[in-house]
């Protein structure tokens, strides 16, 4: 496999006799997606919906998913809020939900029944732990 080489119009030199330090990746994001990744337990071949896959995290997502052999589904538009919003009746028997987003006042809602039923996993995640 190649190594990523940026063009040179989008790379930036650095002079190293100056501090790197602010210019070196943040390796925050690429912890969460990839523990979430993990929490869901998916295998190669399966299916992962990435909710919201046009905000930050997403895109690293998508790539994450492509690079472990998942199926992806993307959520980035106006459906958002509502699949958000809904019932997690979307979610197929066995299927895992991994939360990490935070948003204010938010709230998953699933119905019991479907749920044991179906032997579907709700989880909750917070970064890096």
Same mark, same amino acid.
């Given at each position: 496999?190649?190594?990523?080489?940026?063009?040179?119009?989008?790379a930036m030199g650095i002079d190293y006799r100056e501090d790197w330090r602010p210019?070196?990746? %943040?390796?925050?994001?690429?912890? =969460?997606?990839? @523990?979430?990744?993990?929490?869901?337990?998916?295998?190669?071949?399966? =299916?992962?919906?990435?909710?919201?896959?046009?905000?930050?995290?997403?895109?690293?997502?998508?790539?994450? %998913?492509?690079?472990?052999?998942?199926?992806?589904?993307?959520?980035?538009?106006?459906? @958002? @809020?509502?699949?958000?919003?809904?019932?997690?009746?979307?979610?197929?028997?066995?299927? =895992?939900?991994?939360?990490?987003?935070?948003?204010?006042?938010?709230?998953?809602?699933?119905?019991?029944?479907? =749920?044991?039923?179906?032997? @579907?996993?709700?989880?909750?995640?917070?970064?890096?732990?």
């Amino acid at each position: 496999m190649a190594p990523n080489i940026s063009q040179e119009q989008w790379a930036m030199g650095i002079d190293y006799r100056e501090d790197w330090r602010p210019f070196a990746p %943040d390796p925050r994001p690429g912890i =969460t997606v990839y @523990k979430d990744l993990k929490d869901s337990e998916a295998r190669p071949g399966q =299916t992962v919906a990435i909710v919201g896959a046009g905000g930050g995290l997403g895109p690293l997502a998508c790539q994450y %998913d492509k690079t472990l052999g998942l199926q992806v589904i993307v959520d980035a538009g106006e459906e @958002k @809020k509502n699949m958000c919003l809904e019932q997690l009746g979307y979610i197929r028997p066995r299927g =895992t939900v991994v939360a990490i987003g935070l948003p204010g006042g938010a709230f998953l809602k699933a119905p019991v029944f479907e =749920t044991v039923i179906r032997m @579907k996993t709700i989880k909750g995640s917070y970064v890096g732990n």
